[in-house]
């Protein structure tokens, strides 16, 4: 009697989906806000579409991959808010006693987190879609953008749960939140970085991850297939995938430390 | 002190005390519209370039009346979270049972409201002119912003109010901050009303916002826009949401 | 006991970091099918106790089998045999019964129909039939206990662990779980470690009682044993007519030690024991005393904790663990 890593996965992932769609208080406005944002910008930042040097002429194209930020950023804080708020509560100590894995909770809650934050992103992409957004590398392309905005999820999502297993306190995982979002303003994430002006801002958001995670996104919907921005989007996703899974690992390890 | 004025500042003491002492609730006070400043104001500043933008102050000033209005608004929002946060807590019936005058309950969140303003704005406007803003209005322009601002506040703090007394739950807080953000953002942001497009091109005219924000640039720049428009609908949304607070109060009155 | 169902702790130690020790070195033998009662005030290092030999925290010092699986160094054998209500009760509130059945009995290893069956079972002897679709957001203090005790007992666990299971319940609730715990010792012979705050929990409940106050064992045995080898009964008497009071004080004294008593009432301790009743009733009679109320008070579990410690088990809880703690810097 007992079972795989990937039937315990399984069991955490589906008890995380089953949680968010049941808060729909919680689910509704955070993927209702980034297409809001978006129909707000790309109406109201059109005409930065007439800078000399703006890659194409429509600022709905430009903008649409800012959505899949967002459902990223949702899947750090559902992630990290989850299981912060297992160890809170105790839960953790309950899933304890059974013969579960850390590194199965852990990939399960993120398992969960993305397929959230999938969903989302395929709202996204559809309403973008409809609203008249062209995709240029075409279906392909639109299936690598999921992708790349999944392991994006990840990501943004095993940060979320290193803050968790690291803090045990949901509440400091709220205090992410700001902080990511700052990071996301100090990035490409408004106008192209040879648009920026100011030098300093644009030498931060040249170093900022972020900027390569939305250019990477961006190329496939607006320039075609570059494989050197869609390395660069790809590469830093990978590695900041490792690097947090790794370090939420340890961490919850150390938590988890049952005899 | 009449018991009204007892009442409210009572209120406003505890809430801004609470608010104060608390570091989860008023870094991201002091954080987000610095980080608006820095990415409107900074990250966009190409947008001046823009064909057909002018602004004499420049793009710096033009977005501080932005920031500056939106930390307004968000600190009426964020008294409304307060709202919220003590009927959950159990507070708020504490406070009604307490109060000789619960109207003052109202006034007193409004001033808690104004309060956190107070703050953000002095941050702000720091970071404004630490960023080289440019400053052509003059004094009487200068506090015809301000009084602009905390109109706006009070609306927010009012609107914040009326909806928490009734939902007395933070699950409304989205209810709460998405049309205020509505609001905020059907409305010349970032380049001025004529060079808008799309849709918000037709909704912008008819938003109060677009009035506050045209209306603030104005005095900012020294060159004062359709003022009495501005502060006729600032007016009218005060009298309008303390109706709406006031009858909130009256239903969490009956229901509690 | 080496490979039966047993508990056998010695010198078991837990130090936190900042130098509170929380237990400090317990010796105890809980026999297969018995009912352990593990009784102490708030703070009394019972959950610390129950957290180490349920193997979610690694003792600081000696060893304990369970099951004869050392917990320190076979944990993983020694959470396949055992199940555990821990303190908080710790329930999803977005999820059903079925749900965390689902869940638990799923990490566990049982198959899906398995599963199923051995939640509508268990459901239903804690009874909670009705309510078992139901999120548990909605459920009531009562309800998540049963649920829990129901959720430990998923994959037939030999050692049960119950970290205060009826602190805050109902009356009923209360004596409705110990009724189960009981059948579940009796019946299936299943070692149940129980922690409670409430002297007459142990008392009903527990077949042994181990008294325990600032992560020390002060006492230990059955609970008659226990109040046998510590207190003496008292007998009260409250007099017909008020003015006779001095007079029933006075026929009382031979027998005893004077006890406290009601208002009304004069009260000794029976220095023979029951016993003594007879003679007393005697006495009384002879003195041509009319008495109003007799009333015998056995000592109990209090009595004891109080001889011990010097303190009533009643406001002894959330006193630091012990003395080391003052000296630690904050
Ligand atoms: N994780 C911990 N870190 C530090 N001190 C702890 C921790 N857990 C418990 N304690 C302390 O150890 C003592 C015993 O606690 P506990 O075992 O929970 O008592 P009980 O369950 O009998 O109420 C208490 O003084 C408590 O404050
Ligand atoms: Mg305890």
């Known amino acids: 009697m007992s079972t795989s890593v990937a039937t315990q996965v399984g069991f955490i992932a589906r008890r995380s989906v089953r949680r968010t769609f049941r808060q729909p208080a919680v689910l509704v406005p955070t993927i209702a806000f980034p297409l809001f944002l978006l129909a707000v910008n790309a109406s109201g930042l059109d005409s930065a579409t007439n800078l000399p040097g703006f890659p194409g002429d429509s600022y709905l194209d430009f903008a649409i991959v800012v959505t899949f930020m967002q459902g990223a950023l949702f899947a750090a804080t559902t992630a990290g808010t989850e299981l912060a708020t297992d160890i809170e509560s105790g839960f953790l100590d309950r899933l304890q006693l059974t013969p579960l894995r850390a590194v199965a909770i852990l990939v399960g809650q993120l398992a969960g987190a993305v397929t959230v934050a999938l969903g989302g992103a395929a709202v996204y992409l559809a309403v973008g879609l409809i609203a008249g957004v062209t995709i240029v590398t075409g279906v392909g392309g639109a299936l690598v953008l999921l992708g790349l905005a999944t392991l994006i999820g990840v990501a943004f999502g095993s940060i979320g749960a290193f803050f968790a297993a690291r803090t045990g306190s949901s509440q400091a995982v709220q205090g992410l939140f700001p902080l990511l979002f700052v990071t996301f303003f100090l990035s490409s994430i408004n106008l192209p970085r040879e648009l920026i002006e100011i030098d300093w801002f644009r030498t931060v958001a040249g170093a900022n991850p972020v900027s390569y995670l939305v250019e990477g996104m961006r190329s496939l919907v607006i320039t075609g297939w570059d494989a050197a921005a869609l390395l660069r989007g790809f590469g830093v996703a990978v590695a900041v995938s490792i690097v947090g899974f790794a370090a939420a690992a340890s961490s919850l390890r150390t938590r988890m430390a049952r005899t | 002190m009449t018991a009204f004025g007892q009442v409210a500042v009572a209120v406003a003491r505890r809430n801004l005390l609470v608010t104060f002492k608390n570091p989860a609730l008023i870094l991201p006070a002091a954080i987000f519209p610095l980080v608006f400043l820095l990415a409107f104001a900074g990250g966009l500043s190409n947008l001046a370039n823009v064909p057909g933008f002018s602004f004499p102050s420049g793009y710096t000033s033009f977005q501080f009346v932005f920031v500056f209005l939106q930390s307004a608004a968000f600190g009426g929002v964020f008294t409304g979270f307060a709202v919220a946060a003590d009927y959950e807590s159990g507070f708020a019936r504490r406070l009604m049972l307490a109060a000789p005058n619960r109207t003052g309950l109202i006034m007193g969140y409004v001033l808690a409201g104004v309060g956190r303003f107070a703050f953000t704005a002095s941050i702000v406007t720091i970071a404004g002119l630490a960023a080289g803003m440019q400053v052509d209005g003059g004094v009487v322009e200068l506090g015809g912003l301000l009084v602009l601002a905390v109109l706006v506040n009070v609306v927010a703090t009012l609107f914040g109010v009326g909806l928490c007394m009734r939902t007395q739950s933070m699950q409304s807080v989205p209810f709460l901050q998405i049309p205020v953000f509505l609001i905020l953002f059907l409305a010349p942001v970032y380049v001025p009303l004529d060079l808008l497009d799309g849709w918000i091109k037709a909704v912008a005219p008819y938003n109060p916002a677009t009035a506050f924000l045209e209306t603030g640039r104005g005095f900012i720049s020294g060159e004062p826009d359709h003022v009495l428009v501005a502060f006729a609908a600032a007016g009218a949304m005060v009298a309008l949401l303390g109706f709406y607070a006031l009858r909130g109060l009256r239903k969490a009155e009956a229901g509690g | 006991?080496?490979?039966?169902?047993?508990?056998?702790?010695?010198?078991?130690?837990?130090?936190?970091?900042?130098?509170?020790?929380?237990?400090?070195?317990?010796?105890?033998?809980?026999?297969?099918?018995?009912?352990?009662?593990?009784?102490?005030?708030?703070?009394?290092?019972?959950?610390?106790?129950?957290?180490?030999?349920?193997?979610?925290?690694?003792?600081?010092?000696?060893?304990?089998?369970?099951?004869?699986?050392?917990?320190?160094?076979?944990?993983?054998?020694?959470?396949?045999?055992?199940?555990?209500?821990?303190?908080?009760?710790?329930?999803?509130?977005?999820?059903?019964?079925?749900?965390?059945?689902?869940?638990?009995?799923?990490?566990?290893?049982?198959?899906?129909?398995?599963?199923?069956?051995?939640?509508?079972?268990?459901?239903?002897?804690?009874?909670?039939?009705?309510?078992?679709?139901?999120?548990?957001?909605?459920?009531?203090?009562?309800?998540?206990?049963?649920?829990?005790?129901?959720?430990?007992?998923?994959?037939?666990?030999?050692?049960?662990?119950?970290?205060?299971?009826?602190?805050?319940?109902?009356?009923?609730?209360?004596?409705?779980?110990?009724?189960?715990?009981?059948?579940?010792?009796?019946?299936?012979?299943?070692?149940?470690?129980?922690?409670?705050?409430?002297?007459?929990?142990?008392?009903?409940?527990?077949?042994?009682?181990?008294?325990?106050?600032?992560?020390?064992?002060?006492?230990?045995?059955?609970?008659?044993?226990?109040?046998?080898?510590?207190?003496?009964?008292?007998?009260?008497?409250?007099?017909?007519?008020?003015?006779?009071r001095e007079r029933l004080a006075d026929v009382l004294s031979r027998f005893g030690e004077p006890a406290s008593a009601s208002p009304k009432g004069v009260a000794v301790r029976l220095g023979g024991g029951t016993e003594e009743l007879v003679d007393v009733v005697r006495a009384l009679d002879a003195a041509e005393l009319s008495v109003a109320g007799l009333q015998v008070h056995e000592p109990s579990l209090d009595d004891v904790f109080l001889a011990k410690t010097g303190r009533s088990l009643e406001g002894a809880g959330d006193q630091p663990a012990a003395e080391e703690r003052a000296a630690v810097p904050a």
């Open chain 3, 1 to 244: 006991m080496s490979g039966s169902n047993g508990i056998v702790v010695s010198g078991l130690r837990r130090e936190f970091r900042g130098g509170i020790k929380a237990v400090q070195g317990i010796d105890l033998e809980v026999a297969p099918g018995e009912i352990y009662g593990f009784l102490g005030p708030n703070g009394a290092g019972k959950s610390t106790t129950v957290l180490m030999l349920t193997t979610l925290l690694p003792p600081t010092g000696g060893s304990a089998t369970v099951a004869g699986f050392d917990v320190a160094g076979q944990g993983a054998q020694v959470r396949r045999v055992i199940g555990a209500a821990l303190q908080e009760a710790a329930l999803d509130n977005y999820l059903t019964a079925h749900e965390h059945f689902e869940l638990q009995a799923g990490l566990h290893g049982m198959a899906r129909k398995q599963r199923r069956a051995r939640a509508v079972e268990l459901l239903e002897r804690v009874g909670l039939t009705d309510a078992a679709d139901r999120k548990i957001g909605g459920y009531s203090g009562g309800m998540r206990r049963r649920l829990d005790l129901a959720l430990a007992l998923v994959h037939r666990p030999r050692v049960l662990f119950l970290d205060e299971p009826t602190t805050g319940l109902d009356p009923q609730s209360r004596s409705a779980l110990w009724e189960e715990v009981g059948r579940l010792a009796g019946d299936e012979g299943v070692t149940v470690f129980l922690t409670t705050q409430y002297l007459e929990e142990a008392d009903v409940l527990a077949d042994r009682v181990g008294i325990i106050d600032r992560g020390r064992i002060v006492a230990e045995g059955t609970p008659n044993a226990l109040k046998a080898a510590i207190g003496q009964s008292s007998v009260e008497a409250v007099p017909a007519d008020p003015r006779d």
